[in-house]
C-alpha cells in the first residue's frame, strides 16, 4: 500500500500542479482559494509522498484534507459551469489520490519503514522519500532567488 500511495500521491501532485500552473499563468490575480490550490499539490507531491513511508495512515488523513479544494472547485463547476474550463482537470487527480487515501485508512498495514528487515532497505526508503523533497526544495529555491524586491 506504501508504494501505491508514494506513486498516486507523486503523480497526482504533480498533475494538479501544473494543472494549476498554467491555470494561474493565464488569469489575471490570484486569490486565498488559487493559492491554497497552488501550495496544497506542492505538499502533496513533495512532503506527502515521503511520509507514506513511514505513517501511511496520517499521511492519507493529511492528503484526504488537502484535496478538498479541488473537489469543492470540481463539483461547483459541475453544478454551474464556467467557460473555457476543463472539470474533469479538477476531479480525476483528487478522485485518484482520495481512493487511495480511503484505501489506506480503511485497511490498517505496517508502514514500509517497520517492515524492512536490513539496514540496506532501510536505505532505499530514505532515499526515495528524500527524493520529491529535495527536488521541491531545489524548485522553491529556482523561484525565490528569481524574485527582485
Known amino acids: 500500500m506504501g508504494i501505491a500511495q508514494y506513486i498516486i500521491y507523486l503523480l497526482g501532485g504533480m ?3 501544473f494543472v494549476m500552473g498554467a ?5 489575471a490575480g490570484v486569490g ?5 490550490m497552488i501550495i496544497t499539490p506542492m505538499i502533496i507531491a513533495w512532503i506527502c509522498t515521503g511520509l507514506s513511508f513511514f505513517v501511511p495512515r496520517i499521511t492519507a488523513s493529511c492528503v484526504l484534507a488537502l ?3 479541488y473537489l469543492y472547485v470540481g463539483v461547483a ?10 472539470t474533469w ?13 480511503i484505501a489506506a485508512l480503511l485497511k490498517p498495514a505496517p508502514s514500509l ?3 524492512a528487515n536490513s539496514i540496506w ?3 532505499v526508503i530514505v532515499l526515495f522519500s528524500i527524493a520529491p523533497a529535495a527536488w521541491g526544495v531545489y524548485i522553491l529555491a529556482g523561484f525565490v532567488s528569481r524574485i527582485t524586491l
Do not use: Q
Not at 32 to 36: A, D, K, Q, S, Y
Open 121 to 123: 532497505m532501510r536505505g
Open 23 to 27: 491555470y494561474l499563468g493565464a488569469s
Open 32 to 36: 486565498t482559494l488559487g493559492l491554497v
Open 15 to 17: 498533475s494538479l500542479l
Open 89 to 101: 482537470v479538477f476531479l480525476v487527480p483528487p478522485i485518484f489520490v482520495g481512493a487511495i487515501s
Open 77 to 86: 463547476n459541475l453544478i454551474n459551469p464556467v467557460p473555457a474550463s476543463e
Open 67 to 69: 484535496i478538498l479544494p
Open 113 to 115: 519503514w517497520s517492515r
